[in-house]
């Protein structure tokens, strides 16, 4: 366990490249040599909590990479100096109690990526950080003190990642940005303004001019009534969240190529578009407790047409994963066989792992959840004769598909939600290959999709004795509060599908070496 109090004199060790001192909670200070050390190129100090001061300049030459993330107690980060011209990555997380970064961070000529997230005592951004042309992600998650923002970006030419937003409601409006000067950000891809009040007239009307953004977060603006019609126009925008929209009304004109919309626990949310034809590549719709959707019947329909399956045979053409989320409590007709509880015994066919596709899975759940709770969970077990079939026999990659050829087997699924909430009903349907060969040709162009960079779009993978589990990512960033509502709440269900394809792995799944049930499971949809 590490005591030191304080960092000696480091004249004596010229030839350090490398000094990590993470977690080392009883240091308070550090020897005013390591400012001027030449040839350290890595210092990590994440954790040091009690740590208290630094040297009050810095000028090392050589050093690339800084981590201070987690101490607290830093009350002032140091002056730089122009040499430092190799600094590239600098993480601030978590240093409470900093204020304010000096003018003299804008010599760092090389800075790439900026970390400030939960320095909740941060108040201004010095105007020289918007000279800073080679940063790429700057991060302002949580200042929630922030005074100032500088105006001028201008020679921010290739910052792709910009975070203003919040994890928690702080309870009051932003003030200190000014979103007309964003829209100079071309190589923008991430945006996010989560839980910033901004009224729908207050949207810059040239906001097209973001012509890489791929990734926008609204959520927890309880300003918007109607997604402004701007934000149609940006034509890269792959994902969109929209999570706790206390008073958003309407969601239609989505921009075209979006692929990932959130806007669960939206409950005033009563008018949506038709998802499945407008949305061209969407994949990935969560409506969890959107309630008012499910009285209208015009709406209903559209919610009813991304359970067809049709929509979902189009998916499983083109190894395309697909994850819906709506509120309501019913089956799609063509899944025949409706079983009670969270369990299903699927009996394939002969030789079935050179004949299917996938799975599409799907679930009714209490109405009685948390968005943020909701991620599926799909175990399987391979049974035959009565007996699971042992782990060295079952999808490993050295297996070839006539090994499989003599079993006859049941496959066994559970359907839960993470926090362990059984379904009340739930039911798979098997995609078989002669299912879309008719369909693959008239899509060509749908497996040219680039699919956005989404972490909580994949699968944690776990073996348990004989039983494969596959849980739906869950992005911690996105979560918000959720406060009481049970006023306003309806007595309904939801319903989630988890409809894994084979083609679409973003984690090595075990599966038959060329063979059929290529199993990644993610498709959560309602019915």
């Not at 050093?63 to 100096?81: D, H, Y």
């Not at 909740?120 to 998650?141: A, M, Q, R, T």
């Amino acid at each position: 366990m590490c005591s030191l109090t304080s960092f000696p004199d480091v004249f004596g060790a010229p030839n350090i490249e490398r000094l990590i001192l993470s977690y080392c909670w009883t240091l308070e200070e550090v020897h005013k040599s390591l400012g001027s050390h030449k040839r350290l190129v890595y210092l990590d100090m994440n954790g040091c909590s009690k740590l208290t001061r630094l040297p009050s300049r810095i000028e090392m030459e050589s050093l690339e990479t800084l981590i201070l993330s987690g101490c607290i107690s830093l009350k002032r980060f140091p002056e730089v100096s122009p040499c430092m011209a190799k600094l590239s990555h600098i993480n601030l997380s978590s240093c409470e109690g900093i204020q304010e970064l000096p003018s003299s961070i804008g010599y760092l000529s090389s800075l790439s990526f900026l970390n400030l997230t939960n320095c909740s005592n941060l108040e201004n951004i010095p105007n020289s950080v918007g000279e800073l042309k080679y940063l790429k992600c700057l991060h302002l998650h949580n200042c929630r003190k922030l005074n100032y923002f500088p105006n001028k970006l201008g020679s921010m030419n290739i910052l792709e990642e910009l975070w203003l937003g919040y994890t928690y409601n702080i309870g009051r409006p932003q003030k200190c940005i000014d979103f007309h000067s964003l829209t100079g950000l071309s190589s923008l891809r991430k945006l996010d303004l989560g839980w910033i009040q901004i009224e729908e007239e207050s949207f810059p009307k040239n906001l097209d001019a973001l012509a890489s953004l791929e990734e926008l977060y609204l959520s927890g603006n309880s300003e918007l009534v109607h997604l402004p019609s701007i934000i149609s126009h940006l034509s890269r925008v792959k994902r969109l969240e929209l999570n706790e929209c206390s008073r958003l009304e309407s969601l239609c004109k989505l921009p075209s190529s979006i692929q990932v919309l959130k806007a669960n626990d939206c409950i005033s949310l009563r008018e949506i578009g038709d998802l499945s034809t407008e949305g061209k590549w969407l994949y990935k719709i969560w409506l969890v407790n959107c309630h008012k959707l499910s009285v209208d019947e015009e709406h209903q329909r559209y919610l009813d047409k991304m359970l067809q399956l049709s929509f979902i045979k189009k998916c499983a053409a083109v190894n395309h994963r697909l994850s819906i989320a709506i509120p309501g409590s019913k089956i799609p007709s063509w899944i025949k066989q409706e079983k009670g509880g969270c369990k299903i015994p699927l009996k394939l066919r002969h030789k079935w792992h050179t004949k299917i596709m996938g799975f599409m899975v799907c679930g009714v759940f209490p109405w009685k959840f948390q968005s943020y709770h909701a991620c599926p969970t799909l175990s399987f077990r391979i049974v035959s004769d009565g007996k699971v079939i042992p782990r060295s026999e079952q999808m490993y990659h050295d297996l070839q598909p006539e090994d499989w050829s003599h079993i006859e087997v049941n496959l066994d699924i559970t359907v839960m939600l993470r926090n362990g909430t059984p379904s009340l009903r739930c039911e798979v349907h098997v995609i078989y290959k002669e299912d879309i060969q008719q369909i693959t040709t008239c899509i060509t162009d749908y497996g040219n999709v680039v699919h956005v960079d989404d972490e909580d779009l994949g699968y944690d993978e776990s073996i348990s004795g004989n039983t494969y589990v596959y849980e739906e990512k869950f992005e911690e960033k996105s979560l918000m509060p959720l406060r009481s509502r049970t006023s306003t709440r309806r007595r309904t269900k939801h319903i989630r599908c988890a409809i894994p394809y084979s083609g679409y792995v973003s984690k090595p799944v075990r599966r038959v070496k060329n063979g059929p049930l290529k199993v990644s499971y993610d498709f959560e949809g309602p019915v």
